[in-house]
Nanobody
Framework: QVQPVESGGGLVQPGGSLKLSCVAS????????VGWFRQHPGQKERWFVA?????????YYTDSVKGRFTISRDNAENMVYLQMTNLNPDDTAVYYC????????????????WGQGTQVTVSS
């Protein structure tokens, strides 16, 4: 069973950048699509941020991060990344990496395999 593990979170000032990483323990992230989600403070929901497929590395973004965040993957290194730039306080959240191990897509969140999350805090 693949188990995503996130890293790279931290405290950053508004306008700053962070790069999150997701690696799989157990099995490789290939051939699964991988998505990044976030859970804002005090909220229960995890919201889709970005996703990338395995076969053609097609990418998807929620509107609020387009032009600021970039998702990428290195299948040889078994890694998926989320480069975040021009961060603002609304980006403060726990960020989760999730693998589409059932092949049902990023919208069916109950079928995804989740990591434990990494905290991103944007504050001056």
């Amino acid at each position: 069973q693949v188990q995503p593990v996130e890293s790279g979170g931290g405290l950053v000032q508004p306008g700053g950048s962070l790069k999150l990483s997701c690696v799989a323990s157990g099995r490789t992230l290939s051939p699964y699509g991988v998505g990044w989600f976030r859970q804002h403070p005090g909220q229960k929901e995890r919201w889709f941020v970005a996703g990338i497929t395995w076969t053609d590395q097609k990418t998807y973004y929620t509107d609020s991060v387009k032009g600021r965040f970039t998702i990428s993957r290195d299948n040889a290194e078994n890694m998926v990344y989320l480069q975040m730039t021009n961060l603002n306080p609304d980006d403060t959240a726990v960020y989760y990496c999730a693998a589409d191990t059932e092949g049902t897509g990023f919208l069916k969140t109950e079928s995804l395999t989740w990591g434990q999350g990494t905290q991103v805090t944007v504050s001056s």
